[in-house]
């Protein structure tokens, strides 16, 4: 079952800042992050557990509230080399992940 | 090689062929994925496998077949082509199922006419 993102794309001046949101109607234990440059594969961003913990590489920060199975992806002050698809992930069958259909960003200069 | 790679790039098929994409990784990764991606679907799963000799059902199995017969190889075979089976096809590897960074390889172009 996918879960469900917005807004489906946003256009952003640099220095800007921006929020992805990610829903799902099912309970989550994780919400996993991944970016895609165009022609490009998917790329890990970070995982955020249930219970706080966060796994991740890059200085993006996400939160995610259990109750209300959200997730959001917040990015500060936007360069360009932010823009992409960004797509969150929820678990399904065994682990493997439901992507959302994805949020399109578009940093300009 | 390097990562997880993906054979062919690009391909264009008739319709009701059979035809195998091939997906090999060597970071000796337990779990391994298929997606397909679709304008306006994002990227959906088609089948997994958290280990060698296991595989599972995804979102969209229909039409799709896989093996895993060792850790490296997960191929993805349509048995007969159809044309709603154009897509970007992306294959995924993590070190294991559970809660782990997945790393995709470059994805194959499949077209079938």
């Known amino acids: 079952q996918q879960p469900v993102q917005s807004p489906q794309a946003v256009i952003l001046r640099e220095g800007e800042d921006a929020v992805i949101n990610c829903s799902s109607s099912?309970?989550?234990?994780?919400v996993h992050w991944y970016r895609q440059k165009h022609g490009e594969a998917p790329v890990f961003l970070m995982i955020l557990l249930k219970g706080g913990e966060q796994k991740g590489h890059e200085k993006i920060s996400a939160s995610f509230n259990e109750k209300k199975q959200q997730s959001s992806l917040y990015l500060t002050a936007s360069q360009l080399s932010y823009s992409g698809t960004y797509f969150c992930?929820?678990?399904?069958?065994?682990?493997?992940?439901?992507f959302g259909k994805g949020t399109s960003l578009l940093v300009t200069p | 090689i390097a990562g997880i790679t993906q054979a062919p790039t690009s391909q264009i098929l008739a319709a009701g062929r059979r035809m195998t994409l091939r997906c090999t990784q060597d970071m000796r990764h337990n779990a391994m994925y298929w997606y397909r991606q679709d304008l306006g679907l994002g990227l959906r799963l088609i089948h997994y496998s958290n280990t060698a000799g296991t595989t599972g059902k995804g979102e969209v199995p229909d039409g799709y077949s896989v093996s895993r017969a060792n850790t490296d190889d997960f191929p993805l075979t349509l048995a007969s082509a159809v044309p709603s089976q154009t897509s970007v096809y992306f294959c995924?590897?993590?070190?294991?199922?559970?809660?782990?960074?997945?790393?995709f390889g470059p994805g194959t172009r499949l077209t079938v006419l």
């Open positions: 995924a590897s993590s070190e294991t199922s559970e809660r782990n960074e997945q790393f």
């Open positions: 099912k309970a989550l234990y994780s």
């Open positions: 992930g929820t678990e399904g069958t065994g682990y493997a992940l439901n």
